[in-house]
């Protein structure tokens, strides 16, 4: 840190705050430490009384914290995402559209262990709307290496780190399983339900078929909703381990490959997930008919954005997995399933 007249520090970086006091008007801050001097500001430090001000000249191979972070963002951004102006050393990145909002997690680790850089998201596939801030990234220090900013880009080459997949409007099918719902015994609660929340995403329901408890007819279900056209099957129903709950073992009969049953979230163990020519298959618990928030919201977003879901990414579910049952439900701003 050394003096310099104004009118010589263009292009180096202020090393403290200068204030300015308009009296009964404002005070405040009219230029902040790390401030990169340029010529049109010469004429207002003159006027704020400094003729001579403190700085810290960039040497050769450093970035200055603004610069660093707009190039840290502009390297891990995908699709999707803007960015602000930095502000005091850090920029925010800003969903451009609704969908899943996606991390490649094992890259992410891979650039905050790099010295002195710093990357902070949202959590993995969490459903985001337009203008939500979904990461902020900065340097540590004022000045940082360019070599550590090389490095990161470089790593950064390949694939974006973040981006929004925007969700797709499918068409689907719900099969209600039941004997007690087939025979009138009871109201079918569980379809509006579900019709509900996936509506809210913007998708509609092209046939809502109900079955008894038979392997054969939810079989023939599936299969006639398959050749309708629908892109996304959703079954209720038959789910538990009861000898008339035969819901999973239909679908396979189906012909479909069953990806889980199964998943470490609480509630929404019980969920399957499987696949017919493509279609994805999920088999909902029935907790998802009373809880606010289950297994059902956790993947429906990765399932909306054409991801194809995995045995991995269900079993990773677990960090996270238990749902606390806030009396006011935040999700999805909360810690539920962050292990994704």
Known sequence: MHSIRVEDAVGTVLCHDITKIVPNEFKGRAFTKGHVIVEEDIPELLKLGKENIYIWKIDEGKVHENQAAIRIARAIIGPGIRLSEPIEGKVSLIADYQGSFTVDENLLVQLNMIDEIVIATRSNRRP???????????????????????TLETICAAQPIVQVKPFQKLTAGIITTGNEVFKGRITDKFGPVVKKKIEDYGCNVLNHIIVPDDAGQISGAVNSLVEQGVELILTTGGMSVDPDDVTPRAVREAGAEIITYGAPVLPGAMIMVAYMKDIPILGLPGCVMYHATTIFDLLLPSVLAGERITKPMVARLGLGGLCLNCTVCRYPVCSFGTGA
Do not use: E, F
């Not at 985001?128 to 090389?150: C, E, H, M, S, T």
């Open 128 to 150: 985001v709307n337009v203008g939500d801030i979904l990461a902020g990234v900065r340097v540590v220090p004022l000045v940082i290496d360019d070599y550590k900013l090389q």
